[in-house]
């Protein structure tokens, strides 16, 4: 993987969530504007079939739409405000398609980790959706797909052996190795908050790039760095960056 791309100290969590509504257009663009390298996103289905950038499989919470995600069409998704809830700035900002989403990305330039969120949709289901949608987008910049369902990643490599794939722990289990390997996995995800300075060597040793989420502290992210870490998932990542100025 460190053949193709570079992985950056800091990649923007769903954009720049503590700057702008999160998984949003706009949340893209003030992403590229500080400067930064890589975004990650989330997706998932909604009730027509197309893959949405949502992170919960409801509305509530980030959107002036209620329910479920899935019993909703995209034409009725694309209705919604999704930016208002964060601030007025942002008042009838978008819930991006899959398609939408990648076409911003790849102009703005950005590396992106992509997080697949299967919810109670099959794995298989959702690794195709995903698969089209990434085979109709053509995107040209460096792309990372992860995802905690496992079964979802497995299905996707079937699909797309070329796919680099990011596996997602909360704490790393002990047979974190065997899993990464049967998946063909290029990189380690975990939550920073239970990771150890020990396991952090392990994955190093390995040959694994690790990636560790949601770290908005400095101290927290010199710690992990020092460690090995190459790279944290940040909500603001201009709390970080006056480290790497």
């Known amino acids: 993987m460190t053949e193709k791309w570079h992985l950056p100290a800091i990649i923007g969590h769903r954009g720049v969530k503590a700057h702008a509504p999160e998984n949003t257009l706009a949340g893209f663009s003030l992403a590229a504007e500080m400067e930064l ?4 996103i989330d997706t ?5 079939g197309e893959c949405v950038v949502l992170h919960d499989d409801t509305l509530a ?9 899935i019993q909703h069409r995209l034409a009725e998704l694309n209705q919604l405000d999704a930016g208002s809830w964060f601030s007025a700035q942002f008042q009838g900002e978008p819930i991006p398609s899959l398609q939408h989403a990648l076409a ?8 992106l980790n992509l997080e697949i969120k299967t919810y109670q949709h099959s794995p298989n ?17 460096p792309l990372l797909v992860s995802s905690f369902c496992h079964q979802t990643l497995a299905a996707l490599h079937q699909l797309d052996p070329t796919l680099a794939i990011g596996v997602l722990f909360e704490a790393l289990p002990r047979d974190w190795l065997t899993i990464a390997q049967s ?3 290029i990189s380690i995800h975990c ?5 150890s300075q020990e396991q952090a060597q392990q994955i190093s040793t390995a040959g694994y790039p690790l990636l560790c989420y949601t770290v908005n502290h400095l101290e927290q992210a010199k710690k992990l760095w ?12 201009l709390a970080l960056q006056v480290e790497l100025k």
Request: include cysteine; glycine fraction near 10%.
């Open 37 to 40: 390298q890589w975004i990650e």
């Open 44 to 48: 998932t289905l909604c009730g027509s």
């Open 61 to 69: 919470r980030c959107s002036n739409g209620q329910g479920q995600v």
């Open 104 to 111: 911003h990305i790849d102009k703005l330039g950005l590396g």
């Open 125 to 141: 289901v959702m690794a195709q959706a995903v698969y089209q949608e990434l085979q109709r987008a053509n995107f040209s910049r």
């Open 183 to 185: 998946l063909n996995a």
């Open 191 to 195: 939550d920073a908050d239970l990771l």
């Open 226 to 237: 020092s460690w090995g870490v190459n790279s944290v998932f940040s909500d603001d990542p």
